[in-house]
């Protein structure tokens, strides 16, 4: 398949090697910066460019592999006239903004992936749709050859999975970042809570998550909690946290 990716950052570097160690051709590497698409092209033998204005029109498919705030502009500047299907890679982007295109449809990945740090990509179920089931079909086998555990859906499942993304991933490094600011103003190191992060994170792998839950609230441990609220009586967001999250706890419980 002839490949044109969109975007030269982290989703844009990984798509573009693994579909070229697959034996794919990625014909051109778009970005804005000249310089980035230069150094993403010349890994997978393609050619950089920096205007919309030169996108090779007769590539199989096109992967728009930018952030969700200028996915709508890049949509805008692409001609309508495109062969190949055009997709968007984002969670929280429906697939209608692609409507002007022949043929379309979503890659999303549920994961955090940065340039430089290996993902692999086998382990992560890919969020696959399309504009019609033939589309969908094509997107689904070719992401197949990098992503088995890809799956089926829709827009709104989308969105579902990456409301649920923040909460497990960037919300909770949210809360460790608290956990690391508490230890330090306490002249501790982080690494004391660090194996308690990974033993939580491996017990919700084969268990629900209200299941495995630990600590005060659940207990109704109601002394210890107050404790811990007057512990961080100057972080008024930190009290805030705490209680909206111990409530949420108490409320699983029953």
Not at 102 to 117: E, V
Not at 148 to 162: E, F, G, N, V, W
Not at 172 to 199: G, H, M, T, W
Request: glycine share 4%.
């Amino acid at each position: 398949m002839n490949i044109v990716i969109l975007g030269s950052g982290n989703i844009a570097t990984h798509f573009a090697h693994n579909f070229y160690n697959k034996g794919h051709k990625i014909v051109q590497i778009f970005s804005q910066q000249k310089v980035n698409a230069q150094a993403l092209a010349f890994v997978v033998n393609a050619e950089a460019i920096n205007q919309i204005s030169a996108i090779n029109p007769d590539a199989d498919l096109y992967i728009i592999a930018i952030s969700d705030q200028a996915i709508l502009a890049i949509i805008e500047k692409l001609p309508d006239t495109l062969n190949g299907i055009v997709i968007h890679c984002s969670g929280a982007t429906d697939i209608q903004v692609l409507n002007k295109f022949k043929r379309y449809g979503i890659i999303y990945p549920p994961q955090s992936i940065s340039k430089n740090q290996d993902s692999d990509f086998s382990l992560i179920p890919f969020c696959i749709e399309g504009d019609n089931s033939i589309t969908f079909n094509i997107l689904f086998n070719l992401i197949q050859e990098i992503a088995p555990k890809s799956i089926a859906c829709t827009s709104y499942q989308r969105l579902a999975i990456h409301v649920a993304s923040v909460f497990s991933n960037n919300f909770a490094n949210a809360l460790f970042q608290i956990s690391y600011d508490l230890l330090f103003q306490n002249d501790l190191p982080f690494d004391l809570i660090r194996p308690i992060i990974l033993e939580t994170a491996l017990k919700v792998q084969s268990k629900l998550p209200k299941d495995v839950q630990t600590g005060p609230a659940i207990r109704n441990d109601e002394i210890t909690i107050k404790k811990h609220l007057d512990f961080i009586s100057d972080q008024e967001n930190w009290k805030q946290i705490y209680q909206l999250l111990s409530q949420e706890i108490v409320k699983r419980k029953n």
